[in-house]
């Protein structure tokens, strides 16, 4: 038996399996357990305080029965509008200098059982800081954002909020030496609604793509 190469050309093989996204540095990004890695985040002033909590829940985007997802509810009060409450967590980018670019998102479901007067913001934020530790100064930041409607509820439909390729360019600023990743829910217009988003399949890459070579092998 011989083990060898199989060519497609004069030169070696090369197997592309397509751009693959670059290195996923969200932590507990599926949510597999619990809420590790994550804090919880409130809106602050000038914007109204938001208020909430946050528990690990079961359901999962893919359904899979290992997994499960972070499930926000968003209190009753305060009722001022661009309120938002949900969670956080500070990304080291010391190792991947100079970061030029980020592409970012998240799956998100919002269940039947609720009232969205006017509609409730889901969005996912990226604030980039000159320091480690989300701390320094504020370079930039980003986000996208998704306001669903009340016909837009669904107890199995998981719809997805990303800036993705070309993605976020932070050129020509500073390179930010960390990021702070934030999904939230943002109350639309002034009102009581308690909202309740459920959070799975978040990422946070940057610098572009990289692509995977594999190398195809022939038995005889």
Not at 71 to 96: E, K, M, R, W
Request: charged content about 10%; overall charge negative; proline content about 5%.
């Amino acid at each position: 038996m011989r083990v060898r190469p199989i060519l497609f050309s004069s030169l070696a093989v090369l197997v592309l399996s397509g751009p693959a996204v670059a290195q996923n540095l969200a932590q507990n990004r599926g949510f597999a357990t619990d809420l590790s890695s994550w804090t919880a985040y409130a809106s602050a002033a000038p914007d109204p305080v938001g208020a909430g909590t946050g528990v690990w829940d079961a359901q999962d985007v893919d359904a899979l029965a290992t997994s499960g997802s972070a499930h926000i509810q968003f209190a009753a009060a305060p009722t001022g509008a661009n309120a938002a409450y949900g969670l956080s967590q500070c990304i080291d980018l010391a190792s991947v200098q100079p970061v030029t670019s980020a592409v970012f998102g998240t799956r998100f479901k919002l269940p039947t059982s609720q009232v969205v007067s006017g509609g409730a913001n889901v969005t996912i934020d990226v604030a980039f800081f000159s320091a480690a530790g989300c701390a320094g100064t504020l370079i930039t930041g980003g986000s996208q954002g998704k306001t669903v409607l009340p016909a837009d509820l669904s107890n199995t439909v998981w719809s997805s909020s990303d800036i993705a390729l070309p993605g976020f360019d932070i050129q020509p600023l500073a390179s930010p030496l960390s990021a702070q990743l934030r999904l939230v829910v943002r109350r639309v217009g002034s009102n009581s609604n308690t909202l309740d988003v459920f959070f799975d399949s978040s990422y946070f890459a940057v610098n572009g793509t990289t692509s995977v070579e594999l190398l195809t092998w022939e038995v005889e």
